[in-house]
């Protein structure tokens, strides 16, 4: 779509609560919390460009130009859907895949990958860590082989007790009336209706009278008798004992064992494998503030050349109780929904995901909705109703992510699940569009500094100018990516091709909403930069004659050292 009219663009910026009209924008210097934008119209000879930019500059002396060579990394996949259904077309929300026995083969995870999957998520309660490495090392391969960009992610186990063995490879059925006995004691194969626990000293304080929880509610018992630290029960309420089940305590509806450290000493031996295998995100369990985030953050910038980002996953009460502080020291947030159902009361489940959710958007942190998303195709091959009605809400509530547990590691139809994640998201973010439900979203003021503070009114004003105006694309060019997640937080129509040099954050990109990152070599040649983005984007057949594209930039000249620059552009294609 091109726009050239000036009358156009006073709407657009009349619109805007950062932009003052009466100042007659176009052409004048306007006030923005505290700093100066000097919005300047220029009219172009080249065809190719809109007659607006809006810069924001202090203390500016001016750029440098060089000749730069710019090899534009494109995700395979992005690139077929971009070809197949357009800018518009594009799927907004991230897909996590968990990576298990069902799909851990080369075949496996390169159809995952072709299929949507954004970020590998390796469970370290499961499996060795050489079948860790082999299963990383296999998405590198795709990744540097195949043209496939799929981020990894480990999640630690945690200090949480569960089963060590149950005598069965699978699953059992625990029958109500039957009695168990759970022991630390190791043994030697299997013995009937008894449980090894993985923790020596899982039974102390427990009492009789107290309830025993499997795996969130797949099964209940109550404690009938202390036999040293051993504890006999009795199943009250029958279900699935699978293998290396979480096991929980209550007493008069609240848990009745703590003192457990966030992190073990197997996690933190976890930890180091994650740093010596260059994952991207490692997702912390049972996070109960916010001190714990920060002590994994501290020693992952001690342990690991590369920026590992940390995402704090909320399955506890005292992670509700102390969820703002989490959010803000983590660089991302899990809702882990299926440990979270167990503290919480199940109808609170859906508004404690809204709330999470609203929260990290307003704190720019990516936010990922998990657990029991379509819990059915671990064993059907189409999901129920009500698991498709559940996805569309987180998609609606706009998370950056879905992701599948069960359903893919273990599950007889991953494919398929993932493709339904795929369509149900697809399909909602096209409603919310046709709605027009974005321009309902509200965010408060996150920068302290008035660099920040610039960046951020930009990256607002440039989403509503996207979105007012109708470009097909935004693109940002970005040395750390902070400015791609500003215009995220903000939810835009258009999708977001995310420049950048810096590996690392491409790789944390991944998981924020609309962002497609793309590894570049920029410089500080802006004009430069976007001239050989187009035409690498264009040679490739994915833009054509006619396309708006608004660009954004945060790249400070590296002679600039105490300089901020920032600009709007919109630009057609010829």
């Known amino acids: 779509m091109a726009v050239s009219s000036d009358s156009v663009l006073q709407k657009v910026f009349a619109k805007s609560p950062t932009f003052d009209s009466s100042k007659k924008v176009l052409g004048k210097a306007v006030g923005i919390s505290g700093g100066v934008i000097s919005c300047n119209e220029r009219k172009l000879k080249?065809?190719?460009?809109?007659?607006?930019?809006?810069?924001?500059?202090a203390g500016l002396k001016g750029l440098k130009s060089y000749e730069v060579n710019l090899d534009l990394?494109?995700?395979?996949?992005?690139?077929?859907?971009?070809?197949?259904?357009?800018?518009?077309?594009?799927?907004k929300t991230k897909l996590v895949c968990t990576i298990g026995p069902a799909c851990c083969s080369l075949e496996d995870l390169e159809r995952l990958a072709m299929g949507g999957m954004n970020v590998a998520r390796l469970n370290m309660c499961h499996n060795t860590r050489e079948w860790h490495r082999d299963?990383?090392?296999?998405?590198?391969?795709?990744?540097?082989?195949?043209?496939?960009?799929?981020?990894?992610?480990?999640?630690?186990?945690?200090?949480?007790?569960?089963?060590?063995?149950?005598?069965?490879?699978?699953?059992?059925?625990?029958?109500?009336?039957?009695?168990?006995?759970?022991?630390?004691?190791?043994?030697?194969?299997?013995?009937?209706f008894t449980v090894q626990a993985n923790y020596e000293r899982f039974s102390e304080g427990i009492m009789v009278g107290d309830e025993l929880?499997?795996?969130?509610?797949?099964?209940?018992?109550?404690?009938?008798?202390?036999?040293?630290?051993?504890?006999?029960?009795?199943?009250?309420?029958p279900g699935l004992f699978l293998p290396l089940a979480k096991l929980s305590f209550w007493r008069d509806g609240k848990l009745s064992y703590h003192g457990l450290p966030t992190l073990s000493i197997k996690d933190w031996a976890d930890v180091d494998f994650g740093v010596s295998e260059g994952v991207d995100f490692i997702a912390m369990s049972f996070v109960n503030d916010a001190n714990s985030v920060k002590n994994l953050k501290n020693y992952l910038s001690a342990k690991s050349s590369k920026l590992i980002r940390v995402l704090a996953k909320i399955e506890t009460l005292e992670s509700l109780q102390k969820l703002?502080?989490?959010?803000?020291?983590?660089?991302?947030?899990?809702?882990?929904?299926?440990?979270?159902g167990v503290e919480v009361p199940l109808e609170q489940i859906p508004t404690v995901q809204e709330d999470v959710t609203r929260l990290c958007r307003q704190l720019n942190k990516p936010v990922i909705i998990a657990s029991q998303l379509l819990e059915s195709m671990v064993e059907c091959p189409t999901p129920t109703r009500a698991e498709v009605a559940d996805v569309s809400e987180a998609v609606r509530q706009y998370a950056d992510a879905l992701m599948l547990s069960?359903?893919?590691?273990?599950?007889?139809?991953?494919?398929?699940?993932?493709?339904?994640?795929?369509?149900?998201?697809?399909?909602?973010?096209?409603?919310?569009?046709?709605?027009?439900?974005?321009?309902?979203?509200?965010?408060?003021?996150?920068?302290?500094?008035?660099?920040?503070?610039?960046?951020?009114?930009?990256?607002?004003?440039?989403?509503?100018?996207?979105?007012?105006?109708?470009?097909?694309?935004?693109?940002?060019?970005?040395?750390?990516?902070?400015?791609?997640?500003?215009?995220?937080?903000?939810?835009?129509?258009?999708?977001?091709?995310?420049?950048?040099?810096?590996?690392?954050?491409?790789?944390?990109?991944?998981?924020?909403?609309?962002?497609?990152?793309?590894?570049?070599?920029?410089?500080?040649?802006?004009?430069?930069?976007?001239?050989?983005?187009?035409?690498?984007?264009?040679?490739?057949?994915?833009?054509?004659?006619?396309?708006?594209?608004?660009?954004?930039?945060?790249?400070?000249?590296?002679h600039a050292t105490s300089t901020t620059f920032q600009s709007i552009q919109v630009k057609t294609i010829v």
């Open 46 to 57: 080249s065809e190719d460009k809109i007659a607006v930019k809006a810069s924001a500059e």
């Open 324 to 340: 703002e502080e989490i959010v803000e020291a983590s660089d991302g947030i899990m809702v882990a929904r299926g440990d979270l």
């Open 406 to 558: 069960g359903e893919s590691a273990i599950g007889l139809h991953g494919q398929k699940a993932l493709s339904v994640l795929q369509m149900v998201s697809s399909r909602m973010e096209l409603w919310s569009h046709e709605e027009n439900r974005q321009g309902a979203l509200h965010n408060s003021q996150l920068g302290n500094t008035l660099s920040d503070c610039i960046a951020e009114e930009i990256c607002n004003c440039a989403v509503q100018m996207a979105n007012n105006l109708g470009v097909d694309a935004i693109f940002v060019y970005t040395k750390h990516g902070e400015m791609a997640s500003l215009l995220s937080r903000n939810r835009p129509y258009p999708p977001i091709f995310a420049f950048t040099s810096d590996n690392n954050a491409r790789m944390a990109l991944n998981l924020q909403w609309g962002v497609i990152p793309l590894l570049v070599d920029l410089s500080d040649d802006m004009e430069a930069n976007i001239s050989k983005t187009i035409d690498l984007i264009r040679t490739k057949g994915m833009i054509k004659k006619g396309d708006a594209v608004l660009l954004v930039s945060d790249l400070t000249p590296t």
């Open 135 to 192: 299963v990383i090392r296999k998405i590198k391969k795709l990744n540097e082989e195949k043209g496939f960009f799929v981020s990894v992610m480990i999640d630690t186990e945690g200090s949480l007790i569960h089963v060590v063995d149950h005598g069965a490879p699978s699953s059992i059925k625990a029958e109500e009336g039957s009695v168990w006995v759970f022991t630390a004691k190791k043994f030697e194969g299997s013995r009937p």
């Open 213 to 237: 929880v499997i795996d969130g509610g797949m099964a209940k018992f109550e404690v009938v008798e202390r036999m040293g630290n051993d504890l006999r029960c009795k199943c009250t309420d």
């Open 73 to 91: 990394g494109f995700d395979v996949v992005a690139e077929r859907e971009l070809r197949e259904k357009g800018f518009l077309g594009i799927r």
